[in-house]
């Protein structure tokens, strides 16, 4: 029953005040979304390079077959624009999450939230689910993640060779990788805030987590690692489900920290 009641809060999330209130359609959200906003083309354009066929669609799946190389290419689309929109949503939801407790605590507000009729919990998931409805690029990112499963899945299993059978187990990963990536950044933003009262430092240290996990669990150095470990048959496996993996542990860390945090 307890989850039926969960449930059917969620389906009324839209019309809960601390949703609004985060998204912005009633009283002041944090500035820090507005001011970064304006930087958007910038960081739209540095995304797109970045995001240059190095995202989750791996080509390293064909390697060695001249045959694919038309092929490369045509993978390559979904995966440039799938890996420019996880790093500017990566980029942009720190500015959402980061100050979304540390302005609360700073302003004195947050004491009042917790004495509202609700757990600490739907408080949380409230602010963070309004945060990230100020961020319009879910369509998009579901229909770009969406191809980017469907053509490893479907590739793997046809040209895959021995590793067939895991075509459709690497194209879920896939799918689920560039939200993870989002989903840990606007966490990391929000267990930061918990813990430091300024919400500039706080958006600073959310930034620095970012930038540190894209780096140390890229699928370049789960490859690279393998390959030293002598696996070179699991290096495109590695490669794909070695981040998705270690994203997925730090989240459920993530949330289980905020939730112990919010309680005190």
Same mark, same amino acid.
């Given at each position: ?19 609004? @209130?985060?998204?912005g359609v009633w009283g002041k959200p944090n ?6 906003? @304006? ?46 929109? #996880?790093?500017?949503? #990566? ?15 700073? !302003?004195?507000?947050?004491? =009042?939230?917790?004495?509202?009729? !609700? ?28 191809? !980017? ?6 590739s793997v299993s046809v040209a895959g060779g ?9 194209? =879920? ?18 267990? =930061?805030?918990?813990?430091? @009262? ?15 996990? @894209? ?44 939730? !112990?945090?919010?309680?005190r």
């Open positions: 029953m307890r989850l039926l009641d969960q449930w059917r809060w969620l389906g009324q999330i839209r019309h809960n005040p601390i949703y609004l @209130r985060e998204k500035p820090f979304y507005d001011n970064l906003s @304006r930087f958007s083309p910038f960081v739209i354009l540095g995304a797109l390079v970045l995001g240059l066929c190095t995202g989750f669609s791996n080509p390293a799946l064909f390697s060695g077959d001249d045959a694919m190389t038309a092929f490369y290419c045509f993978i390559c689309i979904p995966n440039m624009l799938g890996s420019a929109l #996880s790093l500017y949503g #990566s980029m942009m939801v720190p500015s959402l999450t980061a100050p979304a407790i540390s302005l609360e605590i700073d !302003q004195g507000s947050w004491d =009042i939230l917790r004495v509202i009729p !609700q757990p600490t919990s739907s408080i949380l998931i409230a602010k963070l689910l309004g945060a990230l409805a100020r961020l319009r690029i879910w369509p998009v990112l579901f229909l770009l993640s969406l191809l !980017q499963g469907l053509i490893i899945a479907c021995s590793m067939a059978i895991w075509g459709p187990l690497l194209g =879920i990963m896939t799918v689920a990788r560039p939200w993870l990536e989002i989903f840990f950044a606007a966490l990391a933003g929000m267990v =930061i805030s918990t813990a430091v @009262r300024s919400a500039t430092i706080s958006l600073v240290a959310s930034y620095g987590a970012v930038i540190m996990l @894209r780096l140390f669990n890229s699928s370049s150095l789960w490859m690279g690692l393998t390959s030293l470990l002598g696996q070179d048959t699991a290096i495109p496996i590695a490669g794909t489900a070695g981040p998705v993996v270690v994203y997925t542990l730090i989240i459920i860390g993530l949330w289980l920290t905020l939730i !112990q945090r919010a309680d």
